[in-house]
């Protein structure tokens, strides 16, 4: 490969490329790169070009490369490279992007480095984690001890209220053989349950268990299959339930005086199934007195429903002479019946129960099952229901299988401009409108940040477009902020099992993000004009200031002999020079009195807001930079960055100058206006120091005196 050749490769490659001179220190030891030369993708991220950076230093350009400690990478003597390549990830605070860097020495005292922005993956990373550390709140502060285990590894997770049962801390109980944990005695019923769980999808039992401080304790299961080969087994500690059964014949009056404390209802019942012995509890949910019920069955006292199948779940107890745990619902509510058979004479066998209301342990189950697999903003399913669903959509049931990838035009310059809130309530808005457009059998998830994806069963690429365009209609008809919803879209199918279904997933993610290239531009421009326009509403006299400053700014860079691009380039940043203010509280915008220091440092954020917010448009991005400047100084002492002297742009200065006359000479709520002559005596008086000189003036002895309209 010929050097014409290797250089094309290395300015077109997509990734940045850098070839950097290592500068060492007195010992020999590097400590700075000076930039030898870097490619087209390497100016695209930075927004640096070539022409400015090459033959200046690494830590002067581009800091955050070394930011942490740069671990350079090894080579020898003669070139050849001895250690593994630098591979590690920098954040560039200025630019508000991630890269994943890597750098290698092809020869001694060079060192080239290649990056990659990773911004979007850190993003959807760090959304995603968020739904996991939500959930794990949900099992940490369960009131019931939860178990997970899977037909592969075993036991896996142990919330705390399971640690607390058995004694063992969750690490433990993840390295301990099952069998270890359940007493000999229970053995057969666990395994009759984990039977039942595997066919069923869900068991209960009663069972004990040996603690690590070899306490024997009396526990009831519930499992529950959440996945495909895991389960969620929750247990509670019944251990003084069953102590009351043992001393039930030794101590009625004490089991009366313990079973009336309790919430729980708790009976016992005699071979026929007549009440022996009730608690308050039951009495209270009945309304009547023991009298009424004791030597009547559920049939005398309350025919119905109810009665068959308490009566059905006792019999089955009798007969079979072991426990059960059953459910049951009735007035609305969820009721566990824990049921046991009762020694209660010569060769009879009645049946003893506790019945606890577990509406809210049922519904925070629901809730816990309903967050591993949606999305918690959107109620859509979210990433993990989605990559578990996508694979066992691989079959030809579902062929042609159609995917459709969209995503949120324009989300951060709203979450930017106007708050999160409103950027929350566009995700709603959409997760609405392709819910609406969908079919019934549609699987819809939000798989990032304003990432959504769409699982189309037996659907070819006809009537996926059909669908999207439907989808798109709908869109159009929502409003957030005045403005219209805008998602990009691209669908691919795929045809056949034998296909595989994450290269159709990449193919209709890069249709997606080709039309975004387009219609995300577009939103972006309509949205900071309605930036602009709220802006008006909410701050009085922001209309006419801002077209003032502009005509103001257009007359000095015009004395100065800027060309007329230049010129009107700084007449739009003069009217746009306050669009950082959307975010700052119109109460304060409005004040008629003296701004506190609180108040000061919620408006001196506009500027820094102001460039986000520019940023984030193609068409205004050139013009960030002046609105970020607009209020630095001279003397270094203005905001937000405190540089000063010539590190200011000449159009930040500019607006600096026309900024302040316009607010001197005007009415604003805190202050009456200056004369003219008293503006321009405030102005050269802090010539030099808050004002730049020489467009100080410009702009006393030409514009003011020049016939301008301002």
């Not at 087209?40 to 930011?67: C, H, N, Q, Y």
């Not at 942490?68 to 992007?97: H, I, K, M």
Request: with cysteine.
């Amino acid at each position: 490969m010929d050097n014409s050749l290797n250089n094309s490769v290395l300015r077109h490659m997509p990734l940045a490329y850098g070839l950097h001179k290592i500068i060492p220190d007195d010992g020999g030891r590097p400590r700075d790169l000076e930039i030898v030369d870097v490619n087209g993708k390497f100016e695209e991220l930075t927004g640096l070009f070539a022409r400015d950076i090459i033959g200046r230093r690494a830590s002067e350009v581009i800091p955050w490369l070394l930011d942490g400690g740069f671990v350079w990478p090894a080579s020898s003597g003669d070139g050849a490279q001895t250690g593994a390549p630098l591979r590690c990830e920098r954040y560039a605070q200025a630019l508000g992007r991630w890269f994943f860097v890597e750098g290698y020495c092809p020869e001694k005292g060079y060192c080239v480095t290649l990056f990659s922005d990773i911004t979007e993956e850190k993003d959807k990373a760090g959304a995603a984690a968020e739904g996991e550390r939500k959930l794990q709140r949900y099992l940490d502060f369960a009131p019931l001890g939860l178990i997970v285990v899977s037909n592969r590894a075993g036991l896996e997770e142990a919330n705390p209220e399971a640690c607390r049962i058995t004694g063992y801390t969750a690490g433990e109980l993840c390295r301990l053989n099952l069998q270890h944990l359940i007493e000999r005695s229970s053995r057969i019923m666990a395994l009759m349950f984990f039977k039942d769980l595997l066919t069923a999808g869900e068991a209960a039992c009663q069972l004990q268990i040996k603690t690590k401080s070899g306490q024997t304790r009396w526990l009831t299961l519930n499992a529950r299959t959440v996945s495909e080969d895991r389960h969620a087994i929750y247990c509670q500690d019944i251990t003084s339930y069953k102590a009351l059964e043992d001393d039930l014949v030794e101590s009625e009056l004490l089991y009366r005086t313990f079973i009336n404390a309790s919430n729980d209802v708790i009976y016992l019942k005699d071979e026929n199934l007549r009440y022996v012995i009730v608690n308050n509890a039951l009495l209270d949910q009945f309304g009547c007195e023991g009298s009424e019920i004791v030597g009547r069955t559920d049939f005398e006292f309350r025919p119905g429903d109810v009665s068959c199948q308490a009566e059905s779940t006792d019999r089955e107890v009798i007969g079979r002479k072991t426990g059960s745990v059953s459910k049951m619902a009735a007035d609305g509510k969820i009721f566990e019946a824990v049921k046991f058979p009762v020694s209660i004479g010569s060769r009879k066998t009645g049946v003893g129960a506790y019945i606890r209301d577990v509406t809210e342990r049922e519904r925070a189950f629901d809730e816990i099952k309903y967050l591993s697999y949606h999305d918690h903003l959107t109620g859509l399913f979210n990433r993990r229901y989605f990559d578990s669903v996508l694979k066992s959509m691989n079959d030809e049931r579902f062929m042609p299988l159609a995917v459709v990838m969209a995503d949120v035009n324009g989300l951060k310059l709203i979450n930017d401009s106007f708050g999160h809130t409103e950027g929350d309530a566009l995700l709603k808005k959409a997760a609405e409108v392709i819910t609406r457009g969908c079919r019934k059998d549609d699987i819809s998830a939000r798989i990032g940040g304003d990432e959504f994806v769409i699982l189309l069963p037996n659907t070819d690429s006809t009537e996926a477009g059909k669908i999207v365009r439907r989808i798109k209609k709908l869109q159009s008809k929502v409003t957030i902020r005045q403005l219209k919803l805008s998602l990009s879209f691209g669908y691919a199918v795929k045809h056949d099992v034998r296909s595989d279904i994450e290269l159709v997933v990449s193919e209709a993610e890069n249709k997606m993000y080709k039309n975004k290239m387009h219609e995300s531009a577009t939103t972006r421009s309509k949205t900071v004009g309605i930036i602009m326009q709220t802006l008006y509403e909410k701050c009085i006299g922001e209309t006419e200031h801002s077209n003032r400053v502009s005509r103001i700014a257009a007359a000095i860079a015009t004395e100065l002999g800027l060309n007329p691009e230049q010129v009107n380039q700084i007449s739009v940043a003069g009217l746009l020079h306050d669009i950082g203010k959307i975010g700052v509280d119109e109460r304060i915008l409005n004040k008629p009195g003296i701004f506190t220091r609180a108040d000061r440092e919620e408006i001196e954020k506009h500027a820094e807001s102001g460039w986000r917010i520019l940023c984030n448009s193609d068409e205004y991005a050139l013009l960030a930079d002046y609105v970020l400047y607009h209020h630095e100084s001279p003397d270094g002492k203005g905001y937000p960055r405190g540089i000063k002297g010539d590190s200011i742009p000449l159009e930040s200065k500019i607006i600096a100058v026309s900024d302040a006359f316009d607010a001197m000479t005007n009415d604003r709520p805190y202050r009456k206006a200056l004369t003219r002559d008293e503006a321009v005596s405030e102005l050269e008086k802090n010539s030099g120091s808050q004002f730049d000189p020489e467009v100080v003036r410009i702009f006393v002895e030409k514009v003011l005196s020049g016939g301008y309209d301002i």
